[in-house]
């Protein structure tokens, strides 16, 4: 059932659990079967891959609880209920496999990144309402090889064999950052630069979107690149600026989400219930149990808000580090759940 | 003649209208009749995603409806960016009754109207790889690409995740190579024409965003490719402008010509120089327009 996570491999080309993939489905594709290392990390021989600087890199995100409440009262539990766990259960099923690590486009460019596996699983803690370091964390996260030199190139979601998708993970620790006010890296404000010319113009302003992402010094240097490309008309003229008709409505819906939407990672997650009923090479028309009865599909996986009867659901509180003591100890549901 | 909606993006807006041109121009050759959506904007291009996701599903939510106003059940994209962001909107709205109705009545508090019919997001590239589209192409590229070695590129965000975009393997995908041997051209073989080009990063993180990027150019001009084709508007940005650095970085000059997807099919279909636009482009697409004696 892919708990260990330590038979990591390409495949064919793509890194997979060889527990779970059989040659002879590859074979039958009319592939050969051909198996190799995984990528991204040093091989000591065969299809052996020197773990360390994946190890590195998970223990460099604190992969571990910080507490952040005292003690409950009179020995009774904290209770959380399912809601606020569901900001994490993707992230909470990783089993370190590599796979996503082995075929990350931006570590092959700079091996320091921080890299899918090691983010996800700082997500798994930054959204963990037990936890009470998550400034300190995400302050740590937007550093040089921190989230924001992820390149987005969704290698991280198509390989995982867990379903924990590093890249939305990644996203949700930018929302979160961004929603508290950690905005100094150049990938924040070119992040902020698509909201401000979405809300004024309703397209991109594509030619403040350097000096406002690198400041206008490091544009200045580049006035010879920027004239070359001006010359071929890539530079569009800020003004008069090209304004989306009816851009009012732009702008008062963000007002709106603003005021009232979910904010920071939460903007994310509210989408992750109906994005967990697409199964890979799903088209919209199968239900998932028909997806799922399919010959040599994936494992069905959990799905938030899928509460089995009868189970002590809860309801958790909707702030960070914000847990309450519930009224008795938990206790297991009858039946089981 | 088949109605789709016509979602051009930013780029083909403003710094990649030769994308438009060559794309309204080529529509009508392959049987498809564009309605251009007025009252949209950008779909936030990941960007906006990490900013404020809510924000995000609300803009293409709006897009999504105008789309779904024009009566139409496709709405057609010329990137992948858009693609992508569009798709993961649609999914996370048709898949959520609770949330399609928040998201649906912040649109009617605004004046957009309720995207309540379904549309289906897909990319040009799509429409014309296979079915109608593709025995149209087949037909309109009566001119061809007679001799011309056609290097294609993906890019990131029509492949993957492949369970929002879906239209073919992921890790083996035909559908440009297709198109390159209908318009009668030599489709090229490379490992990284399905990684990334390093565009979402190439502005906060230049050095790594050259590390990519310059795998697909070195790979394609080792392979003795023409040009290089891609259906994305942000991997023709960084593949066409981002030369002159990969050049001022490694002392390399591949001068490698990128083609948009509809400049390609457009030039086989016969488009002409005012349609195509390449003037436009950073590094001369003059060889190979000279090897096809246009």
């Known amino acids: 059932m892919m708990i260990c996570g330590s038979c990591g491999m390409r495949m064919d080309g793509a890194a997979v659990l060889a527990c779970q993939t059989r040659m002879y489905d590859v074979a039958q594709a009319g592939h050969v079967p051909v198996i190799s290392a995984m990528g991204n990390l040093p091989i000591v021989k065969d299809l052996v891959v020197d773990m360390n600087p994946f190890w590195e890199k998970f223990k460099s995100v604190d992969p571990y609880l910080q507490p952040g409440y005292a003690e409950p009262p009179d020995g009774k539990e904290y209770r959380i209920g399912q809601q606020r766990m569901n900001v994490i259960h993707k992230e909470a099923l990783c089993i370190n496999c590599g796979c996503c690590v082995s075929e990350c486009n931006a570590m092959e460019a700079d091996p320091l990144f921080t890299g899918p596996q090691a983010l996800a699983k700082a997500m798994r803690f930054v959204g963990d309402p037990r936890d009470g370091n998550k400034l300190a964390r995400l302050e740590k996260l937007n550093g040089e090889h921190g989230i924001w030199e992820c390149t987005r190139c969704y290698f991280c979601n198509e390989r995982c064999p867990k379903g924990v998708d590093p890249r939305d993970a990644i996203a949700k620790l930018g929302a979160e950052s961004m929603h508290e006010g950690i905005e100094r890296d150049m990938g924040a404000k070119h992040a902020k630069w698509f909201v401000v010319s979405a809300k004024t113009t309703g397209w991109l302003r594509e030619t403040e979107l350097v000096p406002k992402t690198q400041g206008i010094v490091s544009a200045i240097k580049q006035t010879r690149f920027a004239i070359d490309l001006a010359r071929k008309g890539k530079v569009p003229p800020p003004f008069p600026p090209h304004v989306a008709k009816d851009v009012k409505e732009s702008r008062r819906l963000h007002d709106l989400t603003t005021e009232r939407g979910p904010q920071g990672y939460m903007g994310i997650v509210q989408g992750e219930r109906a994005l967990a009923r697409l199964a890979h090479g799903h088209t919209g028309e199968e239900t998932l149990e028909e997806i799922y009865a399919r010959p040599g599909a994936f494992h069905r996986p959990f799905i938030a808000d899928e509460v089995p009867a009868g189970a002590d659901a809860g309801m958790g509180s909707l702030t960070q580090a914000d847990t309450t003591p519930g009224k008795e100890p938990t206790k297991k549901p009858e039946g089981g759940a | ?294």
């Not at chain 2, 999914?91 to 949330?99: E, K, Q, R, S, V």
């Open chain 2, 1 to 294: 003649m088949r109605k789709v909606a016509y979602y051009k993006g930013c780029l083909a807006s403003l710094s990649a209208k030769e994308l438009d041109s060559a794309t309204q121009a080529l529509a009508p050759k392959v049987g498809l009749e564009l309605i251009e959506l007025e009252s949209v904007t950008c779909c936030g291009a990941g960007d906006i995603h990490e900013a404020e996701p809510d924000y995000y599903l609300h803009l293409n939510a709006r897009i999504l409806a105008y789309a779904a106003a024009e009566d139409v059940d496709v709405l057609l994209t010329v990137c992948n960016v858009c693609t992508l962001n569009l798709r993961q909107a649609n999914f996370m709205l048709t898949g959520d009754a609770d949330l399609r109705d928040r998201v649906n009545e912040n649109l009617v508090s605004v004046g957009v109207p309720a995207y309540v019919k379904n549309v289906d997001v897909r990319h040009l590239l799509w429409e014309i790889a296979e079915g109608e589209g593709y025995e149209r192409l087949k037909q309109a590229a009566h001119r061809g690409l007679k001799g011309i070695k056609i290097a294609p590129f993906y890019g990131c965000q029509i492949l993957r995740p492949s369970k929002i975009n879906g239209f073919e393997d992921p890790d083996r995908p035909w559908s440009l190579e297709r198109i390159i041997e209908a318009c009668g051209g030599e489709a090229i073989d490379y490992p990284a024409k399905i990684k990334c080009c390093g565009f979402p990063i190439i502005q906060a993180r230049e050095e790594t965003a050259l590390g990519e990027l310059i795998q697909p150019i070195e790979q394609a001009y080792e392979a003795g490719a023409d040009a290089i084709v891609t259906p994305c508007p942000l991997c023709h940005l960084s593949l066409d402008a981002w030369q002159s650095k990969l050049k001022k970085a490694t002392g390399r000059d591949f001068k490698m010509p990128i083609l948009h997807l509809s400049q390609l099919v457009g030039v086989a279909a016969g488009l002409e120089e005012s349609e195509l636009k390449f003037k436009r482009h950073v590094v001369s697409v003059a060889p190979v327009v000279e090897k096809l004696q246009i």
